[in-house]
Each structure stands twice: as structure tokens, then as C-alpha cells.
């Protein structure tokens, strides 16, 4: 039985940062608005394993093979995870796949980049799951039930995936100089891409206002990419190398570091289908998706005889 029938006790428990369930009523654009997100979360999860996933076969040891397994695993976890905290808003996986093979739902600009050095592994956890970690903490206390409860279990696993990169970076940079500068040159690609991964600045974001109100997300995203640059210049400076900004420094006033803004006429080109590797993530999704279609006819023949 839904516990919240109607808009009034909708908005009374958004406010008292209580939990909606699926069973709610709740308004039509707050459930368009968890699709979009979570959709976009999941599908961020599943193409995000192939930058990395290409590194498998090449790792240099048995060791730094199966770490890297069993992250890019666990991002198949994350979507999975995700997906199911989806479908309880009404939707199917099978549509979520559909809207992502067709371009109508959009995954994280992040994946669209590529991994040419094996120093991108260690940049990738460094960087790109610490954004993801500062972005989705907050996520935990989601106003949507399943959405929350899916978060805490993908952030103990994403700071496993920060460690792991931060860890291969140290090696790296405890080496030789060739080493040194293979993280160099990945930090310098992977900087400013992971900045926009908190999305366009918050005058123009269109949806951080609503999103804020309904407790969807808990901070802006100009909020996120501070707190992320905070939180990584100390760890650049202990792993000895330089961030690609030169605008940035501490500001004693405001006790936060003041940095360069990202180009953003580059995350609407790499949002909208036209950066480095969008085409060829999609080839591979799309094919991924068509080999996998006697798994889904055999597992619906089995459902069927039951
Ligand atoms: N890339 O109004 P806003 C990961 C879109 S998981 C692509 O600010 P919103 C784990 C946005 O969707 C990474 N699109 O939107 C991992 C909106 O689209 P619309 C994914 C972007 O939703 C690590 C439009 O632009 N994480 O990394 C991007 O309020 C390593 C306007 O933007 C999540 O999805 C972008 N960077 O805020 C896996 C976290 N930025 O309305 C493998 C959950 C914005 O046209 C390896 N999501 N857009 O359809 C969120 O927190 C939010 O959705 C934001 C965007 C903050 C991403």
C-alpha cells in the first residue's frame, strides 16, 4: 500500500528529507526526472568499463590484471544495480537499452575519451572515480529510496576503484622517468574532462533548481567541482605532479582553491555525439547488445516454461 497518496504529503516528506518509495504517488516530472538520471547513471556504468576494459588483456601482471577485473566487474555491478533502481519507476531495461542504443538517453561525457597510455588506468581511478565518489556521496541521501540505497553499496566500491588507481599512479611514479611522465601526460588529458563530469556550470544547468528542490540532488554542480579540486590538488601534490591549470591557487578568503573553468563549448560537443570516441563506444554497446540476443530469447524460453 503507498504510504503518500497525494501532492501535499508528497511535498510535506521531500521536505522532512524523508524517503519516496516506488509504491508513492509522486509527481510525474519528479519519476521523468529519476529516469533521466539513473538511466544515464546506469548506462555511464556499463560504457564506462570499456575504456578501461581494453587494458585487460595488457596489464602488465597477473596482479594488476585481476585488480583490474574486478573493477571493470564491478561496474557491470553498478549498472545492474542501477538498472533494477529504475525499473521501479516503470520502465523496463529493455526501453532503458533501447533509449540508449537510439542516442535519446545520454551517458557521461567522461567515457567518450581514450585510454592510449596504460597510465590512463591509474588517471581513470585517480580522477575519474574520485569525481564520480564526490558526485554520488551525496546521492546516498537521495530522496528516492531505491536510487539512495543503490549509491551506498556503488560508493564503498568506488573508493575501492580510487585506491587502486592512486595506488598504480604511485608505483608509476616510484620508477623510472618514462614512467614519471606517462602519468604526467595522462593527468594532463584526463584534468579538464574530469571537471565536466559535474556538469555545465549552475547558471546553466536547466534541471539543478527542480532537482535541488525535490531532494533529487543534494548540491549544485558548480558545489561538486570544488569540492572535488579541493579534495585532489593535496593528493596531486603527494603524488608529484602538476594539475594543468594555471589559474590555480589556494584562496585563503574563501578556503577553497580557485581554478580555471573547463571548455565547455567541448562538453556540448562531446555531450551531443561528436567527441573523440562516441562512435565507437556506441559500435561496440550496439554490438555487445546483438550478441547477447540468444542469452535474452533463451532466458525468456526458460521464464516461459515455468
Ligand atoms: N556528461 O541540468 P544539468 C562513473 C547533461 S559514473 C553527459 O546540470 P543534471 C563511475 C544532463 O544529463 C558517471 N551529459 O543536468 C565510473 C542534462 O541532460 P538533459 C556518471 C551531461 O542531471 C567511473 C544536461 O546535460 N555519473 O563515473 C553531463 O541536473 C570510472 C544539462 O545538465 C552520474 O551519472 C556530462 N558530464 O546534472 C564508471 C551521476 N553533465 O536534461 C567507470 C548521477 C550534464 O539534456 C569508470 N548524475 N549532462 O537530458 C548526476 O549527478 C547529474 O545527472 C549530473 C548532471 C551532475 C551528471
Known amino acids: 500500500m503507498p504510504v503518500i497518496e497525494d501532492e501535499a504529503t508528497f511535498e510535506a516528506t521531500v521536505a522532512g528529507n524523508d524517503r519516496i518509495e516506488p509504491r508513492d504517488w509522486m509527481p510525474e516530472g519528479y519519476r521523468r526526472t529519476l529516469v533521466r538520471q539513473i538511466a544515464q547513471h546506469a548506462h555511464s556504468e556499463i560504457i564506462g568499463m570499456q575504456p578501461e576494459g581494453a587494458w585487460i588483456g595488457r596489464a602488465p601482471s597477473l596482479r594488476r590484471k585481476a585488480i583490474l577485473l574486478a573493477k571493470v566487474q564491478d561496474e557491470a555491478g553498478h549498472g545492474l544495480y542501477l538498472y533494477s533502481a529504475c525499473e521501479t519507476l516503470g520502465v523496463t531495461r529493455a526501453e532503458l537499452t533501447d533509449m540508449l542504443l537510439s542516442g535519446k538517453q545520454k551517458y557521461s561525457s567522461i567515457f567518450n575519451y581514450p585510454t592510449p597510455s ?121 603524488l608529484g605532479v602538476t594539475l594543468p591549470d594555471p589559474d590555480l591557487r589556494w584562496n585563503p578568503d574563501r578556503g577553497a582553491y580557485d581554478f580555471g573553468q573547463p571548455d565547455w563549448s567541448e562538453l556540448k560537443r562531446v555531450v551531443s555525439g561528436e567527441g573523440p570516441c562516441n562512435a565507437e563506444r556506441m559500435a561496440h554497446r550496439t554490438r555487445a547488445h546483438e550478441d547477447g540476443a540468444w542469452v535474452r530469447e533463451a532466458a525468456a524460453a526458460y521464464a516461459g516454461q515455468r
Not at 549509491?151 to 595506488?167: A, L, N, V, W
Not at 604526467?184 to 549552475?202: A, T, Y
Open 118 to 238: 596504460y597510465a590512463d588506468v591509474g588517471t581513470i581511478g585517480w580522477l575519474v572515480d574520485g569525481a564520480a565518489i564526490c558526485n554520488q556521496v551525496p546521492l546516498c541521501r537521495t530522496s528516492y529510496g531505491p536510487y539512495g540505497r543503490a549509491m551506498i553499496r556503488i560508493c564503498k566500491e568506488e573508493s575501492f576503484h580510487q585506491r587502486q588507481g592512486y595506488e598504480l599512479l604511485m608505483t608509476m611514479m616510484r620508477g623510472t622517468d618514462e614512467q614519471r611522465a606517462m602519468v604526467q601526460e595522462s593527468v594532463d588529458r584526463f584534468w579538464w574532462p574530469s571537471l565536466m563530469m559535474f556538469g555545465p556550470p549552475d547558471v546553466e544547468s536547466p534541471n539543478t533548481a527542480r532537482s535541488m528542490a525535490w531532494g533529487i540532488k543534494r548540491n549544485t554542480n558548480d558545489e561538486l567541482r570544488q569540492r572535488f579540486v579541493d579534495m585532489t590538488v593535496p593528493q596531486a601534490e603527494a
